[in-house]
């Protein structure tokens, strides 16, 4: 910095160090009660790895909680399923509306366009029961499309398409109509291709957004077979008066925190390039 | 803006819209719409019947008093959010700026919890402030300090929001980081050739050139705080004790999904409505004016 101060120096590490384990304490504490028995989790907690971490991996991903009638290895599949389905198809329907919406003139184009931007200002909890309500009219209650369909409107990702195809130079597409190509040879061979950078911050954004879902699967799943892993946590908790299995359930958070986390850092330049651009 | 090449297909434009526009229509604006017309009828339970009330639901759910109770708890809640994840987030990321060695080991370290769900976040904290086994619990209980949230509505709340302001840390501090590393360093330097301190060049420099990422953040803090929380609540307290955390989200959850209570609360998904909407007509505003800026 600008002047040298040995003091101030050591205050900013410290203050750094300090923010940091605050975030990371917690996870530190259940990554360590996933390695305990049950009873070694509610009698005397230790704070340091036990010997039970295998243990409760296996049996958490291939017999699960006990009651619950499906095993977190399912669930993370099923989690898996949804926050793909949801990153992909947004960034599929996605791409296709901006497209049409810059490279076309045509009648209602800025009202499509306002469309799709009222969406931003209905999230699903202001409109809970009537979306249920189409869902179960729809019949895809308890199935991946319900999962996954009324999740993947995005005004965000087709205005970041919008406003990457607007600086797109002209010449391109001039260039394709004089080699006498069409609008799908033009999305094909050079919009899409160009696009990739775009691409890859959405997916990392909207991947951790799709695995996070919490309130729609809830609403809509109550067959265990389509539970998703945050709601099948939340199920374990839910017992009662009898004694949660914490060492399941540890477990299972571990796994519901890994891959978004993994993904974070090792893909933090499309993150960092994806919050910053979606939420223009 | 407008580009100047297009091409001449009459139909294909509607084809590739169309499936963005439906799912717009079917899971977005019927529902809502249907919100809106469900917010002026009364329904029987069964399904049955159905008459025009006008604004009638309206009026009870103002003289409602778990309602006016959510209200009261979900401003609360979300400014308590907001000043605390901004803050703490803030104070990170001007130290993080000031870090020339080993500042991208720091900033991995803070940004990955925006990863962790909100409802995770709920079970993390609630594992640790559990009354019975969490070693938090445990040790202020050594410390003579009785915790138990589910007893006691003050310690919900500051769980809750707690744990809330936890997991947007990350989320602020990237924001924050970004603005404070836009800020030209000439004007650092100049003042501190001048002799001001370092604490003073933050509050009448850095602080003020800060403010667009400031205001920014305050809006989408409160829409997080409003709209995202729901598991952490859920997980948590379940709006208990005694109404203590009854966020309005979670309300209307509970009154329509649980309750069955259509009216009472299609009028609460109509307020909501009216919230979100005026958040983000001044989040829209503000970026129109960023670009000048």
């Known amino acids: 910095m600008v002047e040298h101060r040995p003091w101030l120096t050591f205050l900013t590490h410290g203050i750094l160090i300090l923010g940091v384990l605050l975030l990371v304490i917690p996870i530190y504490v259940t990554f360590v009660a996933s390695s305990h028995s049950l009873q070694e989790i509610t009698s005397n907690f230790s704070l340091l790895p036990g010997r039970h971490l295998i243990e409760n991996y296996t049996s958490a991903l291939s017999v699960g909680p006990r009651d619950l009638g499906a095993t977190v290895g399912t669930m993370m599949v099923n989690s898996l399923i949804m926050a793909l389905g949801i990153t992909l198809g947004k960034i599929f329907i996605s791409l296709l509306a901006a497209y049409a919406i810059v490279y076309f003139k045509f009648r209602f184009r800025m009202f499509f366009f306002w469309l799709i931007f009222i969406t931003l200002m209905l999230p699903v909890e202001v409109r809970i029961l009537p979306t249920y309500k189409v869902a179960a009219d729809l019949k895809i209650l308890d199935s991946y499309s319900g999962l996954i369909f009324p999740l993947i409107a995005s005004a965000t990702a087709t205005f970041l398409f919008r406003q990457f195809f607007m600086t797109v130079p002209d010449e391109l597409c001039e260039a394709v109509k004089i080699d006498g190509g069409g609008p799908i040879r033009f999305f094909f061979d050079i919009l899409l291709p160009m696009s990739r950078t775009s691409i890859a911050a959405l997916f990392v954004i909207l991947f951790i957004y799709g695995w996070n879902q919490y309130l729609w699967p809830l609403l809509i799943t109550t067959d265990e077979r389509y539970y998703t892993l945050l709601i099948g946590i939340k199920r374990m908790l839910d017992v009662g008066e009898g004694q949660a299995e914490w060492h399941i359930i540890m477990a299972a958070t571990m796994l519901a925190m890994i891959p978004p986390i993994l993904i974070v850092i090792f893909m933090q330049k499309q993150f960092v390039k994806g919050m910053t651009e979606t939420e223009k | ?293």
């Open chain 2, 1 to 293: 803006m407008e580009k100047r090449v297009v091409f001449k297909q009459k139909l294909l434009p509607y084809f590739l819209i169309a499936p963005q526009i439906i799912i717009t229509l079917v899971f977005f604006i019927w529902p809502a719409s249907q919100a809106v017309y469900q917010s002026v009828l009364q329904e029987d339970a069964f399904g049955l019947s159905r008459k025009f009330v006008g604004l009638a639901n309206f009026a009870y759910i103002f003289t409602d008093e778990t309602y006016l109770n959510s209200i009261y708890v979900t401003i609360i809640f979300s400014f308590s959010v907001a000043a605390i994840a901004m803050s703490v987030s803030l104070l990170l990321a001007a130290m993080a700026d000031r870090v020339i060695k080993g500042a991208t080991t720091y900033k991995t370290l803070i940004i990955w919890p925006y990863a962790v769900a909100p409802v995770v976040a709920g079970v993390l904290w609630y594992f640790l402030f559990n009354p019975t086994i969490g070693i938090v619990a445990i040790y202020l209980k050594l410390y003579g300090y009785e915790w138990n949230h589910s007893l006691n509505g003050g310690q919900a709340m500051f769980l809750v929001i707690f744990t809330a302001a936890w997991r947007e840390i990350s989320y602020n501090f990237l924001f924050f980081l970004a603005g404070l590393q836009a800020i030209p360093k000439p004007f650092i330097e100049a003042a501190a050739i001048d002799g001001a301190s370092p604490l003073k060049r933050f509050w009448t420099i850095t602080f003020p050139l800060l403010s667009p990422t400031t205001f920014f953040l305050v809006v989408m803090n409160v829409v997080y705080a409003f709209f995202d929380t729901f598991g952490v609540i859920h997980v948590i307290t379940a709006g208990g004790p005694n109404y203590a955390t009854n966020i309005m989200v979670f309300k209307v959850y509970h009154d329509g999904f649980l309750s069955l209570d259509l009216g009472s609360s299609s009028a609460q998904s109509v307020i909501l409505m009216f919230i979100v909407i005026s958040l983000t007509v001044v989040q829209f505003r503000y970026i129109e004016r960023k670009v000048y800026y």
